[in-house]
Nanobody
Framework: QVQLVESGGGLVQAGGSLRLSCAAS????????MGWYRQAAGKQRELVAA???????NYADSVKGRFTISRDNAKNTVYLQMNSLKPEDTAVYYC?????????????WGQGTRVTVSS
């Protein structure tokens, strides 16, 4: 049973910052990649940022230069530092963990944490 628990969401004014945390029930080193997705009201879920076990990162164009994904293996936690927040960043943010076995990817999801950016 893989459990992912997000925290750190809340209400922030435009231009402000938040740091989201995703605590995993086991070693995050056992996952090939971990990432953050978000889903705004009435929109499709989209990838925000991802980090592989080797440290490679990937960001959505809309957040490049503003968001940073990182991890703390000792705490089994992945973070998303969000700076210069904009109202369009408002969404529920979900933590994702992916493990590739025999060429098949298995995904695990947290329950999400809501981020609201006011203007």
């Amino acid at each position: 049973q893989v459990q992912l628990v997000e925290s750190g969401g809340g209400l922030v004014q435009a231009g402000g910052s938040l740091r989201l945390s995703c605590a995993a029930s086991g070693s995050i080193s056992s996952f090939n990649a971990m990432g953050w997705y978000r889903q705004a009201a009435g929109k499709q879920r989209e990838l925000v940022a991802a980090i592989t076990s080797g440290g490679s990162t990937n960001y959505a164009d809309s957040v490049k230069g503003r968001f940073t994904i990182s991890r703390d293996n000792a705490k089994n936690t992945v973070y998303l530092q969000m700076n210069s927040l904009k109202p369009e960043d408002t969404a529920v943010y979900y933590c994702n963990a992916a493990r590739i076995t025999w060429g098949t990817t298995r995904n695990y999801w947290g329950q999400g944490t809501r981020v609201t950016v006011s203007s």
